[in-house]
Every structure is written in C-alpha cells, then in structure tokens.
C-alpha cells in the first residue's frame, strides 16, 4: 500500500512502513513498521537508540465500507544510549491508553450530531461507552465552559425530572435560550459555583427572571446586587391557577345538591383561558361559576390578572395590578386575599416585567429536551454528559467535517 494512501485515509503520518495486508474474521488488518531512523528519545532528542524488543498494538481505525479496519502497529520497545531513558515509541496517529486513531475519533464526532450513539457504535464496531466518551471528549472541548461574559439577562428555575433525580437548576440566557449552568438539586446553594463563575467572568447582569420562591430571589439578591429581579409571568399564572383550584376542592367538599353538582368535572375550564376554551363546554363553566359565587369571583380574577402583562403602558400595568390585588382582598374569598397579598409583596418584580420582557418561557422547551434525554439513558448513567447535551444548542451545534474533508 502506498504512503500516500496512508496518510489519506488513516492519518498514519511519515515514519512508518506498510509491512502487508491480513483478511481475517471478516476485518481488514494492515500491518504497519515504525522506520528506525525515526524513533527519538522522548527526554532527551537523542537518536541513537538500543532497541529492547518490541510490542503490536492492534488500532481501530475509520471502516472501509461496512468492513471494520484495524492497523496493526509495531511498538518498539527502546533505550537512550545517551541519557539511559527506556521508553516505547508509541504511534502519534492515536491517543494513549485507547484502541482507535485520531481518524476514527474525527469520524464519530463528525456524525455524532447525526446519528445516535448506539447506531455510530453498531458502524465502528466499538463500544457504546467509548463512542460515548468521544462524543462526550468532543462536547465537553466545544461546550463545556459556557461563556458568561456576554450574559446580560438570565432565567433561572428549578425543574423536576422523577423520583430519582429529583430536581435540577438551570440558568439560561434568557436573551438566546441557551442553558449557562446545570446543577444536580434545587435552591440557591446549587448557585454557588455559578455565582463564582460569573463574577470571574465579569458579566454585567441587567435581570433576572424567577418564581416567587424566596430561595433564588435571596441568591441573587446577594450575588447580584445590582440586578433587577423580574418575577416570571408564568410562574404568576400557575399560582393565581392553584389558587383558584384550591377554591374549587374546597367547593367540591363543602358543596351539597346542585351546587356540588355542577361545580364537578369542570377542573381544566376553570384553570384554561376564557378564549381557549371550547364553545360547546361553555355552558358547562358558566353554570358551574353561576351556582358557586366565591369560585365566580375568583375566576373573574384569574381573567382579569391574565391582561395585566397586556397594558399598553407601565402606569397601566401598574394600576392595574393594584386595582387586581385590590379586588382579591376585598372579595372576601381566602384563597384570593392570600393571592392578593402576594402579588402585592412582589408587586415591583412582577411590574419590571415592562422594562426587561423576560420570562422562564424557554424552560418549557429544556424540560421537554431533559425527559427526552432522559429517556435515552445516558442522562441517568453520567450525569456530565447529561449536563453536556443541555449546554449543546441544536442550532448552534458544530459539525466536524472540516476535519475530514479529504485532500487528495
Ligand atoms: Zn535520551
């Protein structure tokens, strides 16, 4: 076989010999010697070399069709007649302590956003965890120091997985999306590396978007001093839905005759915007809050609270929450004046909603990326990788295949 071809097709660079080709258990082997002239000391450049027997390492390397390749490389074991150090000349067209090449290595990561890890280790022929561990050798170079320094606005929450992981934290850049932190747990003492990071990093943080929990507010409010706390429009529409539910079981078990009747089974009309709902089953919801007049005042709230994010204006939007909170504590249901109570203690980071338009929308979409992940294994085997494959945007995903572009 040529040198050329060599080179080409296996990266086996200048200072080795095509000795002969084996065809056996359906594999190709090329049997490669290293040139003596070629070996040097490794500590002290010395050339003239005592040569102490010699070793094959059997290489995997880039398939040739469907058919798997291996070379077979001599690995001589040597000594420096100068300085007395006794080492091996290992191949440079590898890394240490594994049995493929830099080429095969190329080859998986170039298709490892392509293909799965499963059907990459079904075309090498290697293992599912080594193709793993190059696919995760490759993100963790590309992707696994998230830069902070351009982070101006963040989200962060906290987001349920199962009962055996439990919960994870994410920051994101609420400006692109992409996750900027993962850690294992909730609340903020999985912050605390974070927080070092990003003050290394400089980054001047203008908001921050959360829930109402006090656990991240008091974290940032620390770290971030000078940073506004905008309390997630999403989150607030959750717990004004919990509350009005809350009314409703409490209905549901204190109710008797029609009333109790009719407020049944009408759980998600309630809990759904008036304008999502369907027209054949308003019926149903207008009689439920016709019969029942605390779940009718509630209800009333919850549609009204749902346009506060729509004011034209930031005077608007802030009398309007006040006139909202106002009528919660006036309606004489508890479950709303508790509601009321709340929305008016964080009343300034659910107004500066006006000024940064950030939420935690985008956290929707990474829980449905982590269940996916999740599903396929790998998340609960190693959790690094897991937290790689979150920090690995689809859009801004690299492909590799500059490197294996062939110049021939
Ligand atoms: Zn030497």
């Known amino acids: 076989m040529r040198q050329s071809l060599l080179y080409h097709a296996f990266g086996v660079r200048e200072g080795y010999d095509y000795v002969e080709t084996i065809y056996q258990d359906g ?240 759980r998600y009309l309630l809990l759904l915007r008036r304008d999502n709902v369907a027209a054949q089953r308003l019926p149903q919801l207008q009689a439920a809050l016709k019969h029942n007049e605390p779940l009718n005042t509630g209800y009333l709230l919850k549609e009204a609270l749902g346009l506060l994010w729509e004011q034209p204006s930031y005077a608007q939007m802030k009398s309007y929450l006040h006139q909202g909170c106002a009528g919660a504590l006036d309606s004489g249901v508890r479950q709303m004046q508790q509601l009321g109570k709340s929305l008016l203690a964080h009343a300034s980071g659910i107004l500066a909603w006006w000024k940064h338009r950030i939420s935690n929308g985008r956290m929707e979409g990474i829980n449905i990326k982590i269940k996916t992940l999740l599903r396929q294994t790998y998340g609960l085997r190693d959790e690094r990788f897991f937290t790689l494959k979150l920090y690995l945007q689809p859009s801004s995903f690299k492909t590799h295949t500059s490197r294996m572009n062939p110049k021939i």
């Open 27 to 266: 594999c190709v082997r090329f049997v490669l010697s290293v040139r003596p002239d070629w070996i040097k000391c490794p500590a002290c450049g010395g050339k003239d070399i005592v040569r102490k027997g010699r070793r094959y390492r059997e290489l995997q390397t880039v398939p040739i069709g469907l058919k798997p390749v291996f070379l077979v490389v001599e690995v001589p074991k040597c000594q420096c007649a100068a300085c007395g150090k006794r080492f091996e000349a290992a191949p440079p067209f590898a890394p240490a302590y594994v049995r493929y090449t830099h080429r095969l290595q190329a080859f998986v990561e170039a298709l490892s956003g392509r293909m799965t890890i499963s059907d990459l280790a079904a075309l090498t022929g290697l293992g599912w965890d080594t193709v793993k561990d190059i696919v995760k050798g490759r993100l963790e170079k590309d992707y696994g120091h998230p830069r902070l320094k351009e982070l101006r606005r963040l989200s962060m929450d906290e987001i349920y997985v199962g009962r055996r992981k439990k919960f994870y934290t994410l920051v994101i850049n609420a400006d692109t999306g992409h996750v900027v932190w993962v850690a294992h747990g909730r609340g903020g003492d999985c912050l605390r590396k974070f927080w070092r990071l990003l003050r290394l990093s400089k980054a001047k943080v203008e908001a921050v978007s959360m829930d109402m929990s006090p656990a991240y507010w008091a974290s940032v409010a620390e770290n971030l001093p000078a940073a506004t706390i905008v309390f997630d429009r999403f989150h607030i529409a959750k717990l004004v839905n919990e509350k009005l539910d809350d009314r409703r079981r409490e209905m549901v078990r204190e109710a008797t005759g029609l009333m109790q009747q009719t407020v049944k089974g009408v």
